[in-house]
């Protein structure tokens, strides 16, 4: 019984770890004000179906959470909801809103637009100054974020300035996200 009670509590603790620790956009560019690091944005939307998927199948990988948390500040940002984020000198809300409407469209949220964010998900990089890195489009398992997470927190991505360069890049990276 001893054994199965540590299995158990193993298994918790495992889970548990496996989390990734979400913070806001403020809490965000506030802690990198602390201690400098790239922030991890997900933008999505409480009707948008991939990014219920993304949240299931690759968010919640053991490996994708554990190295999210460890190099960058992750933010969970609903790019139609009502928080009000201060970023680069300036106010951005959502005048638009309308409540009642979960799980439908609503109005999308300015600093969404701001960033011209048009698809969800939509994952946003930003350096340690809080500057846009780069935006990644759509649905990615966890073996196909695993090459943007590794890139952006590398630094690789400030050589890959032409096509064959990030074709090149691509062809030679291995996964090690693995289910």
Sequence with gaps: MKYWSTAIMLFFITSLSAQVEWMSMNEALQAQKDEPKKIFADFYTDWCGPCKAMDKNTFAHPEVAKYINMHYYPVKFNAEGTEKV???????????????????????????????????????????????????????????????????????????????????????FESTFKD
């Design 86 to 172: 201060f970023y680069k000198d300036f106010e951005y809300t959502n005048p638009n809103f309308k409540p009642n409407r979960k799980g439908k469209r609503n109005a999308q949220h300015f600093f969404a637009n701001a960033l011209k964010v048009s698809a969800y998900p939509t994952v946003v990089f930003f350096d340690e100054q809080a500057n846009v890195i780069s935006p990644v489009v759509g649905y990615k398992t966890p073996e196909q974020l695993e090459l943007y997470l590794k890139m952006i927190a590398t630094g690789a991505y400030k050589e890959l300035t032409t096509q064959e360069a990030w074709e090149n890049y691509q062809s030679k």
